[in-house]
């Protein structure tokens, strides 16, 4: 199965929420159970990548999806390096809360694909209200790495998961001139 061109905001009457799979618990629980709600209370926003076809109850299988929301974090959180350059009060972030891809689509490229796609999004919106660095919240050592690899650098470590950040500055230059 082959998905969607496009990213569109979670629907509840467009996206099968019920059969997403990506092997972890913890977002196979979100993306059915709490995506919806986090939106409706105006504290998140989730992205879904659906399949190209619908199911035969017309829904739309989820192959890929992100969440962001906006945060802040303590400058004592980071590297000395770039602390002395910011001010004392809370440095507003934005956080990528969730990002996953059904097991189905996994080992195609498409985790890569949806990292870009929240990075382009949170680029955008930085242009109208800014933020100095994406942060991301690991579940696990494998996670970890998938976002290292894209120059994620690790902010702290609590209660087992590491917490990982890009400067929007490296951000920008991912998307100058698209």
């Known amino acids: 199965m082959n998905w969607s061109k496009t990213f569109t905001e979670l629907a509840r009457a467009i996206h099968d929420r019920e059969s997403f799979a990506c092997g972890e618990p913890e977002l196979d629980h979100f993306i059915t159970s709490q995506a919806l709600r986090h939106m409706q209370a105006g504290i998140s926003r989730t992205m879904v990548l659906p399949a190209a076809k619908p ?47 059904h097991q189905d689509y996994k080992g195609r490229g498409l ?11 949170l680029y955008d919106i930085n242009a109208h209200m800014r933020a100095y660095a994406v942060i991301v919240d690991c ?37 100058d001139g698209k």
């Open 111 to 121: 985790g890569k694909a949806t990292l870009i796609k929240a990075l382009e999004h």
């Open 139 to 175: 579940l696990n050592e494998n996670i970890t790495a998938f976002y290292e690899q894209f120059g994620f650098e690790l902010l702290s470590q609590e209660n087992g998961r590491d917490r990982l950040f890009l400067p929007m500055k490296t951000v920008k230059l991912l998307f």
């Open 55 to 101: 199911l035969p109850d017309g829904k739309y299988p989820i192959c890929a999806f992100y969440t962001i929301a906006p945060g802040s974090i303590s400058r004592k959180t980071l590297p000395d390096r770039l602390a002395k350059k910011l001010p004392g009060y809370p440095v507003p972030v934005f956080l990528l809360a969730q990002l996953a891809v």
